[in-house]
């Protein structure tokens, strides 16, 4: 049925999947990243389809203007990586596993009947869970007030998960900026000389210490 | 009728079964360690179309499913920055972001 | 007595009924339709594209002529009447500029970047409310999309940094990204109260709330929320760039920041961009603690608004001409260390002070008094808080100038001394 929300969803669909392809595939690290920026966007086009309007606003701001940023800040100081393929020595066989588990979820898992003609009807999701093979329920309309209810549903019922979730991004933050925080070079030194030492204490050569004292951080 | 303006539940779900393998494959299968962030990253959102999806089709009057999708957000949020502090301080003492070349519990 | 207010009605409504009648003879042209309704979509979208570009014409102009005045000159009068031709001849410049593309830049990145700075600029102007019932689109998480697609418009500031392969704009655009994402946090931990208030996220919502409709307070949100509306002003003209956070673009600094190797129209889109951001951080402002476009009767709706909106944007201008520049560790410490925890405390105080005392029986709460002594109350905890935090934060400072001026009198010392033992050998 070619109406307005498919031509939309076709759309959305080939751009998504298109991006998140070349996110996996691409050597530049940074053309990756912009293309998982589309990608994202690509998904708050499918938010707004499902009528879900606050979700597609919080994907923007919280995906496309906080987590990207952080992205591509990492790429921005992890420069002078140059890699000959982007892939590792599995790659392959990855591709072929992701491609199979693919298939297997569209035939197992998914909410309709696959006729293959010649064999017996495929009843797998039935006989598994129990559930009609076919999706037959009747869609009902959100309520203009589905904004209102979650967060009224998030302080009531889902009260602890909501303060853990507080709690994790508070850890989150500390950790993040502990792990990442600025070293002074007297620092840096003496963490070095003390790997060293422990290096040669068992029994590997001392010259990756020498290197490491050399080559300390630019930015200091 | 089960489709809003002509569209069923069936192709959201691929599409985000779609998401969720590239994903996966962008996780297993890259040799710098922010392009497997950014698959996990391809991954989550692939889940959360997934629970939105659902949601919308089969429970839209109940907060149970958005508040999932949040709590999705929220975790996914959270793990990025992590993920990506402790890369950075990876390259600054190993000057390589190869996640192959993590293989020692001491640098 | 009734002819006059039948009319005046009739004049407020016009916006609308153009529109309304618009929107009447495309349907009767075209049948009804989805075909129709996206060639409405169309139609409003470039209308408000038109109303963004004029815009940032008219605020060039008003711009120029303002801050001179304020500088004691006389400002732009020799390309028409007044000046009033300089945005044309601003455009024509910019159209017939060289268009340079930096070698070893990256292309398609460096091309996408205004575009996209510019097209977030105008994407936001699509919830602003003009009149009664004349809006883009009347969302009912206006206030949300509108910080959401403001955070958008960083990732283009890294693009043109990164794309012109250029040292200096590369650390501009850092900086520029500290700033931008730093400012977003108070900005949307202000307009926090503003949405409590109003209980809904829909800007027509929170005007209506400060009218005198059923349900309203009748006055505006600025005299309930003063801290909030300071620190949304005081962050809003740091998102977007302006003096005296206008480190982005500081030719005296940085050469320009991250859009040093931009020229011709491609500069005209940033430059489109900060204008427009600028004007649509002025009509949130007023929609969100002036009330929009409600007031008396006698003026049109669509007529409070540019007023109101002009006058934040001239607040802007009258700050640039007049504050010095600030520093970049400056700035950051202001966001993090003052505006965010005040942010963060007055969002309490005010869950607190509006549960406490409500206006409308049917709500929870403990006491009920009558609109006028609840602004009284939020008035005078706001600016007790405000008072309290500019005290703490002038102790801090006063503490740490002593101590500056303390090392630098010891250093004097010790100098004096080792010269005066130099001097003796």
Known sequence: MLTFSTVIFVILAVVTLGAALAVVTMKNVFHAALMLVLAFFGVAGFYVLLEANFFAAAQVLVYIGAISILIIFAVMLTRGV??????????????????????????????????????????????????????????????????????????????????????????????????????????????????????????????????????????? | MNSINGLPLAPFLVVAAGLFVIGLYGALARKNAIAVLMGVELMLNAVNLNLIAFWRYVAPNSSAGLAFAAFVFIVAAAEAAVGLALIISVYRNLRSVDPEKLDQMKM | MDNILEVLKFINNLMA?????????????????????????????????????????????????????????????????????????????????????????????????????????????????????????????????????????????????????????????????????????????????????????????????????????????ILFLPVSALVFLISGIAEVGRSPFDLMEAESEIVAGFHVEYSGMKFALFMMGEYVNAAVVSIMFSTFFLGGFAGPIFIPPYVWFLAKAFSIFFIFMWLRGTLPRVRVDQLVNLNWKFFVPLSIINIIVVMVMSKLFVTFPAQPGLFVVSPLVYMAIMLVSGLGLLGLALTLASRSARRERLAIAQEAAEHRVANQAFATAQTGK
């Open chain 1, 82 to 220: 140059t890699m000959a393929r982007p892939n590792n020595e599995q790659s392959g066989a990855v591709a072929t596993a992701s491609a199979v588990l693919f298939v297997l979820i569209v035939v197992l898992v998914g909410p309709w009947k696959i006729n293959f003609p010649g064999f017996a009807p495929l009843n797998l999701p039935a006989r598994a869970f129990g559930a009609p093979p076919e999706f037959k329920m009747a869609v009902q309309a959100v309520s203009p007030d589905a904004l209102q209810r979650l967060g009224r549903a998030l302080v009531d019922q889902y009260m602890v998960a909501f303060l853990l979730a507080g709690v994790l991004l508070l850890l989150a933050m500390i950790g993040a900026v502990w792990v990442a925080r600025e070293r002074k070079l007297v620092e840096i030194v003496k963490e070095r000389r003390e790997m060293a030492a422990e290096e040669a204490a068992a029994a590997v050569p001392p010259a990756p210490a020498a290197e490491a004292v050399a080559t300390t951080d630019a930015h200091h």
């Open chain 3, 17 to 221: 009924f153009v529109f309304d009648e618009i929107g009447k003879f495309i349907t009767g042209l075209l049948g009804k339709g989805p075909g129709t309704e996206l060639v409405l979509m169309i139609l409003a979208a470039i209308g408000l594209i038109t109303f963004g570009a004029v815009t940032m014409m008219a605020l060039t102009w008003f711009e120029r002529k303002i801050v001179a005045r304020i500088q004691d000159r006389i400002g732009p009068n020799q390309a028409g009447p007044f000046g009033l031709m300089l945005p044309l001849a601003d455009g024509v410049k910019m159209l017939t500029k060289e268009d340079i593309t930096p070698a070893n830049a990256d292309r398609w990145v460096y091309l996408i970047a205004p575009i996209m700075i510019a097209a977030f600029a105008m994407t936001s102007l699509a919830v602003i409310p003009f009149a009664p019932r004349v809006a883009g689109v009347n969302l009912d998480i206006g206030a949300f999309f509108y910080i959401a697609i403001g955070s958008g418009s960083t990732i283009a500031i890294l693009m043109a940094g990164w794309g012109s392969n250029n040292k200096y704009s590369l650390l501009g655009a850092f900086r520029t990204v500290a700033q931008l994402v730093g400012y977003e946090v108070p900005m949307l931990l202000n307009v926090l109260p503003v949405i409590m208030l109003s209980g809904s996220m829909s800007l027509f919502d929170i005007i209506a709330k400060q009218t005198d409709a059923p349900g309203g307070f009748g006055l505006p949100f």
